[in-house]
């Protein structure tokens, strides 16, 4: 293999009631694969069906889209170990991707290249639900 896949590594939190600045929502690798506006898109269509279990620990997941911006069938997968907690964490994790994907997130067809491969970090901790 001449390189690695070009993954978006992204952070999603659970959706706070108040709005945060999209830098702090979501941080993109490579500021040249999509907009700042892009990735803040993505993650809040991602937050609005991620529901964490009670003691979620944070987890990283890597899936790939098709053209219309939906899940490719058995390609979310679970960066490190799925151990205890981290399992139940990135089963969550995984739903709320597949959930909200059904109908294909919005996304520039044009920089499918750059949104195909996504890593996407669930950090629970970051959470502000006041």
């Known amino acids: 293999m001449s ?3 070009d993954y ?3 952070s999603a939190f659970a959706a706070p009631m108040t709005p945060r600045p999209a830098q702090h929502i979501l941080a993109a690798s ?3 694969a999509m907009s700042s506006a892009e990735r ?3 993650g809040q269509q991602i937050l609005a069906c991620w529901l964490p279990p009670q003691g979620a620990v944070p987890v990283t997941v890597a899936f790939s889209l098709d053209r219309s911006g939906r899940p490719v069938a058995g390609s979310v ?3 490190g170990t ?3 907690m981290a399992k139940a964490s990135y089963h969550a994790a995984k739903r709320a991707v597949l959930r909200c994907g059904r109908g294909g997130f919005d996304l520039p067809v044009e920089k499918y290249a750059k949104w195909r491969n996504i890593e996407l970090t669930f950090d629970p901790e970051r ?3 006041r």
């Open 8 to 10: 978006l590594s992204m």
């Open 40 to 42: 803040s898109a993505l």
């Open 127 to 129: 959470t502000n639900l």
């Open 3 to 5: 390189h690695a896949p």
């Open 30 to 32: 490579n500021d040249n």
């Open 82 to 84: 799925g151990q205890g």
């Open 77 to 79: 997968t679970l960066r």
